[in-house]
């Protein structure tokens, strides 16, 4: 069963919610979101910028694939699915997904010193 997000949150802040601690690629989100693939990858070029800024979540893209020979897209900067394969030029690709990890803070130490008044 898919959740339902509230629908006063904006699509961002919905991607956000969707992505976090999980992994989607942009067909999936298209359709929890009611919106195009092509305005998800639109959302998703924002979400990284706002994401680059925050130090508590980190925004992860698992790179897309090709099925024929299995070259893996590790150095692709564009959010898209790629359209062929460069080695093998298959079309058999598969879609990236995404994610957002949140960054655990680790705990501070006390120091001792200042503490015993």
Do not use: W
């Amino acid at each position: 069963m898919v959740a339902m997000l509230p629908l006063e949150r904006t699509v961002r802040q919905r991607i956000i919610d969707l992505l976090t601690d999980t992994r989607l690629s942009s067909y999936q989100l298209a359709q929890r979101l009611g919106i195009s693939e092509r305005q998800v990858e639109d959302h998703l070029v924002h979400v990284v910028k706002s994401l680059t800024r925050d130090r508590s979540r980190r925004f992860l893209m698992e790179p897309a694939a090709c099925l024929d020979c299995g070259f893996v897209f590790r150095n692709r900067s564009k959010l898209t699915r790629p359209s062929r394969c460069p080695t093998c030029r298959s079309e058999q690709i598969t879609d990236p997904r995404y994610g957002i990890d949140s960054l655990r803070a680790k705990p501070q130490r006390l120091d001792r010193s200042a503490s015993s008044e």
